[in-house]
Every structure is written in C-alpha cells, then in structure tokens.
Antibody, heavy 120, light 107 residues
Framework: QSQLQESGPGLVKPSETLSLTCTVS??????????WGWIRQPPGKGLEWIGS???????YYNPSLKSRVTISVDTSRNQFSLILSSVTAADTAVYYC????????????WGQGTLVTVSS | DIQMTQSPSSVSAYVGDRVTITCRAS??????LAWYQHKPGEAPKLLLY???SLQSDVPSRFSGSGSGTDFTLTISSLQSEDFATYYC?????????FGGGTKVELK
C-alpha cells in the first residue's frame, strides 16, 4: 500500500509561486496507470480538485485553475509536484496529494495534508 | 463540467440515529460516485465507490445507493466516531468535482 507525504513551504507571498512535492513510498509511481492528484481545502470551505497527472505526463486540470497550474511526475525520485503561479490569499488552503484506486478516479490514499498560507 | 449538490449542508443527530445525506449530479454519471468522510486535522477517507461499494475496513452501517443523477449516503446507526463532514465526488470524468459537504454534528 502506497504512502504519500507532501512537502514544501508553508508560507508564500502574494503574486509568487506555490510549489509542493508529494513523495510516494511503498510502490513505484510509474508501475501503474494511476492519475496522481492534488486536492485542496481552503479554511472553512469544501474540497476542491486541483488536477491530476499520470507518470507519462498526461494531465488534467481544474478549469478554474488551469491557467496557473502545472502538475508533473518525476519517476526517478518517485515524486509528483504541484506548481501554482500568481497566488493570492484565496489560494490559502490545506493541500493534499492523493492516489486513486487503480484505474479509477476516486481517492483511496491521501497524504496528511500541508497548510499553505498566502500572505506578505 | 458536472456540478455536485449535497443536502443538507449540516445535520444534527444523536448517537444511534439513522442519518441520510443526498447528492445530486447536474448530469447523468451512471454509478460513478464516491463518498468520503473528513474529520478536522485528518485526511479524507474513502467510504464508498461506484455509489454503493463499501471500501475495505469501512463499517457496514455505512451504505450508499442511487444512479444517474441522484444518490444517497446512509449511516444506519450513528456512532460517536461518525461525527464528521461527508463529501460526494463524481468519478465519471475530468474535471473531477466534489459536493459542498454535509457536516454531521452531535445534537
């Protein structure tokens, strides 16, 4: 069973770029057809899917974030990453990385989540 | 994009009560629906997938039903550990979308 762990800065300034990494342990990120994903939860709000990528680089993004988001997979490090540019206070949230059930789009395994605050 | 609407947004109940949460999709998603339980400070937990399939290690008091656009999550006898927020998510296609959540609180 894979385990996931998010890492990255907890504080980002407005207009700058948020960058997070998810390290996968207990299995190879390229050994399956998973669409690895990022999901966030702003304070007091619900869950929002950000985007997903498989190990070949095939990606899907939330249309509301598409112009600012890049998700990539590094098979050599068994990691996948999230880059969100031009952040504002509205991007303050707990960010989760997640793995779906094999071949499906429901989220079976989650990282613990990391709070990212956008503030000067 | 497929919009997911949950109701109610919150429900107050006693331990032992039967609780029902509904989720409506803006278009037909067949049975491509998942339910999650989310507690503060923890990662969300997958409870059910394909509308009614119980994820491993999830108690049988949780059940799901529905197809097409209308779905239901039922907790047959609420336990103290079930107080949490519940989300539905359509797993039919990208972009993936969640419902707004239903908070189950102690009455």
């Amino acid at each position: 069973q894979s385990q996931l762990q998010e890492s990255g800065p907890g504080l980002v300034k407005p207009s700058e770029t948020l960058s997070l990494t998810c390290t996968v342990s207990g299995g190879s990120i390229s050994n399956s057809g998973h669409y690895w994903g990022w999901i966030r939860q702003p304070p007091g709000k619900g869950l929002e899917w950000i985007g997903s990528s498989d190990y070949t680089g095939s990606t899907y993004y939330n249309p509301s974030l598409k112009s600012r988001v890049t998700i990539s997979v590094d098979t050599s490090r068994n990691q996948f990453s999230l880059i969100l540019s031009s952040v504002t206070a509205a991007d303050t949230a707990v960010y989760y990385c997640a793995r779906p059930r094999l071949g499906f789009l429901d989220w079976l395994t989650w990282g613990q989540g990391t709070l990212v605050t956008v503030s000067s | 994009d497929i919009q997911m609407t949950q109701s109610p947004s919150s429900v107050s109940a006693y331990v032992g009560d039967r609780v029902t949460i509904t989720c409506r999709a803006s278009q037909d998603i067949s049975r491509w629906l998942a339910w999650y339980q989310h507690k503060p400070g923890e990662a969300p937990k997958l409870l059910l997938y394909t509308a009614s399939s119980l994820q491993s290690d999830v108690p049988s008091r949780f059940s799901g039903s529905g197809s097409g656009t209308d779905f239901t999550l039922t907790i047959s006898s609420l336990q103290s550990e079930d107080f949490a927020t519940y989300y539905c998510q359509q797993t039919s296609n990208f972009p993936l979308t969640f419902g707004g959540g239903t908070k189950v609180e102690l009455k």
